[in-house]
T-cell receptor, first 110, second 113 residues
């Protein structure tokens, strides 16, 4: 069955420290992976997608098909990065059903 | 364009009542998605439309749930004979195409008394 696992419910780091939010997926097809973010009192929004291979707000994520992972990384965390982060898998099966992980709350301490 | 709009923002109703939510997607987006989110979980896929066609429906969606997108623009999600377990945030999202990023609304929070 298709699944997205985010093992950490909460991740707390100090400002300026590196941060890595883990995401593992289970899917036998060709995955399309995304990271969505929800800041306090805002709607869920796209942060980045793996096919873009770009850095957004200093965040990057690399798809590792061998390890079926799509971890989100940032070398120096900022207080404004505090938010809820969701990893999502879009199934390219003719339709585009999307499966979300349970989310990781990132708290960046001053 | 204000993005995806959902109405109402909050709905409180008694168990057994019917409720209907509305979603207005971004105008040029032909794909529209409904999700349900409960506390501590990520959005859970319910169904999606391409234009007016409902292409996929989650097995989690019981017969009490129905969704429509009659003219390929706005969509409605109706829940009949609501139950306690239906209490959740109902999210709508739209995208330009199937593989594109989804743009979410603020959601409708449903509380069943």
């Amino acid at each position: 069955a298709q699944r997205v696992t985010q093992p950490e419910k909460l991740l707390s780091v100090f400002k300026g420290a590196p941060v890595e939010l883990k995401c593992n997926y289970s899917y036998s097809g060709s995955p399309e992976l995304f990271w969505y973010v929800q800041y306090s009192r805002q709607r869920l929004q796209l942060l980045l997608r793996h096919i873009s291979r770009e850095s957004i707000k200093g965040f990057t994520a690399d798809l590792n098909k061998g390890e079926t992972s799509f971890h989100l990384k940032k070398p120096f965390a900022q207080e404004e990065d505090s938010a809820m982060y969701y990893c999502a898998l879009s199934l390219n099966t003719g339709g585009f059903k999307t499966i979300f992980g349970a989310g990781t709350r990132l708290f960046v301490k001053a | 364009d204000t993005g995806v709009s959902q109405d109402p923002r909050h709905k409180i109703t008694k168990r057994g009542q019917n409720v209907t939510f509305r979603c207005d997607p971004i105008s040029e987006h032909n794909r529209l998605y409904w999700y349900r989110q409960t506390l501590g979980q990520g959005p859970e896929f319910l169904t999606y439309f391409q234009n007016e066609a409902q292409l996929e429906k989650s097995r989690l969606l019981s017969d009490r749930f129905s969704a429509e997108r009659p003219k390929g623009s706005f969509s409605t999600l109706e829940i009949q004979r609501t139950e306690q377990g239906d209490s959740a945030m109902y999210l709508c999202a739209s995208s330009r195409d199937g593989s594109g990023p989804q743009h979410f609304g603020d959601g409708t929070r449903l509380s069943i008394l």
